[in-house]
């Protein structure tokens, strides 16, 4: 089995940071991209930022300019810095991978169960 665990959610002001973190583990063969979306209530869910194993990153527009991602091929751990932060970034953050699992010949899309953002006054 192939987990993904985000963690770094909580509540910030507006214009202040958060940094989320994604943290894959289990029967990992190799992992393709990962990326990071959101969902606001009532919303459907919308890329925010993902990257490729070799680094290239394509980012959502609602966040551009102010949000970097990184991930650690060595331990499997995505990042997203987010700065500026809007009351309109309040939402579920899920971090998700394209993993190919052991004994599998396939890489198949996988997601955590979200960490919630709420930017509020």
């Known amino acids: 089995q192939v987990q993904l665990v985000e963690s770094g959610g909580g509540s910030v002001q507006p214009g202040g940071s958060l940094r989320l973190s994604c943290a894959a583990s289990?029967?990992?063969?190799?992992?393709?991209?990962m990326g990071w979306y959101r969902q606001a209530p009532g919303t459907g869910r919308e890329l925010v930022a993902r990257?490729?194993?070799?680094?290239?990153?394509i980012y959502g527009d609602s966040m551009k300019g102010r949000i970097t991602i990184s991930r650690d091929n060595a331990k499997n751990v995505l990042l997203l810095q987010m700065n500026n932060l809007r009351p309109e970034d309040t939402a579920v953050y899920y971090c998700?991978?394209?993993?190919?699992?052991?004994?599998?010949?396939?890489?198949?899309?996988?997601w955590g169960q979200g960490t919630q953002v709420t930017v509020s006054s």
């Open positions: 998700t991978a394209e993993v190919r699992a052991y004994m599998t010949s396939a890489y198949r899309p996988y």
């Open positions: 289990g029967n990992i063969f190799g992992i393709s991209y």
């Open positions: 990257i490729t194993t070799g680094g290239d990153t």
